[in-house]
């Protein structure tokens, strides 16, 4: 495409989108609400993923070790730990350690539930396993379950049943959902590009009439479509940036030991992908809603 072509494809643009001001503005808000509906549930998406991340890394197996457990039985069933296929930490916990970490949890409202307790310490020596990811939880069980030294084994496998559900739960609806609200996107901003042609069918008759290519007559429009999409990605990057920037302020206020996705992430990251998305819809609807109206 020559130059000078294109900048009488962008001429006639702007003036096409500056002529239909109404229906131009009612599609840039189209875009932008699309978008910004796809980002929230984004967002929402990812800060779920990360607390589930959280909550994954603090899952671990407490392996309570027998009162009359050998030196040497201790040793094997260490070091059989820390050979076990995704055991990512082994660590001792003394009776004493045990006792008071008990202290910290209960806190000082509830310190006399164990008092006198340091003269006959009920605690065990244990050993506290943390894991790559909670499914493995149970093969690091079954290894070691039938193990001589080993009292009792405390694995969580309840919760870490819920977490492995929770977290498939929310991959396949957020799969669905996006997939969902793209298709919306498609077909709310095909129809609304469609009036902006539809407004001017005679235009594109007559050109057609006079032998003007069918990409002759398309490149205005596509150029619409662009400019539609990088305004509604702009707008809709910005809007979600404050709302979310808000929220997250009080959250983590509220909440010190979440973390978030930072709101940066949405100018850095989103931001680029809302323009690029915004451009793709906007060219696509243009393409798509010119179809019909290039027969003749």
């Known amino acids: 495409m020559k130059i000078n072509t294109f900048k009488l494809f962008v001429g006639d643009a702007g003036k096409n989108l500056k ?12 875009v932008a609400a699309t978008l910004f509906i796809v980002g929230v549930f984004l967002l929402t998406i990812l800060d779920i993923q990360q607390l589930m991340r959280e909550v994954e890394s603090k ?3 407490k392996v309570i070790l ?11 069933l260490e070091s059989a730990l820390k050979a076990t296929p995704g055991v990512v930490n082994v660590s001792y916990e003394t009776k004493e350690q045990a006792l008071v970490n008990l202290r910290n949890q209960l806190g000082e409202k509830n310190k006399a539930l164990v008092e006198g307790l340091d003269k006959d310490n009920p605690m065990p020596n244990s050993y506290i396993v943390k894991v790559q990811n909670p499914q493995q939880v149970v093969s690091v069980v079954e290894s070691i379950k039938n193990d001589p030294g080993i009292d009792t084994i405390k694995d969580g496998r309840e919760f870490v049943d819920k977490i492995i559900s929770i977290s498939n739960t929310i991959k396949y609806v957020g799969i669905a959902m996006f997939v969902i609200l793209i298709g919306v996107s498609l077909f709310l901003i095909g129809n609304t590009i469609k009036l902006t042609v539809y407004a001017r069918r005679r235009e594109i008759g007559i050109m057609k009439f006079i032998g003007a290519t069918n990409w002759f007559i398309r490149w205005p429009f596509i150029l619409e479509g662009a400019f539609i999409g990088i305004l509604g ?7 979600l940036y404050f709302v979310y920037n808000f929220i997250y302020a009080k959250t983590t206020a ?3 030991l979440v973390e978030l996705i930072s709101p940066s992430y949405v100018l850095s990251t989103m931001g680029l992908e809302f323009l690029f998305g915004g451009i793709f819809i906007g060219v696509l609807g243009s393409i798509i809603a010119m179809r019909k109206f290039l027969i003749v």
């Open 19 to 30: 002529r239909n001001r109404t229906i131009t503005t009612a599609s840039i808000a189209t």
């Open 233 to 239: 990605g702009i707008i809709s990057t910005v809007v």
């Open 254 to 256: 509220g909440l010190l």
């Open 59 to 61: 899952v671990e197996i």
């Open 66 to 76: 027998k009162d009359d457990i050998s030196n040497s039985q201790q040793n094997d």
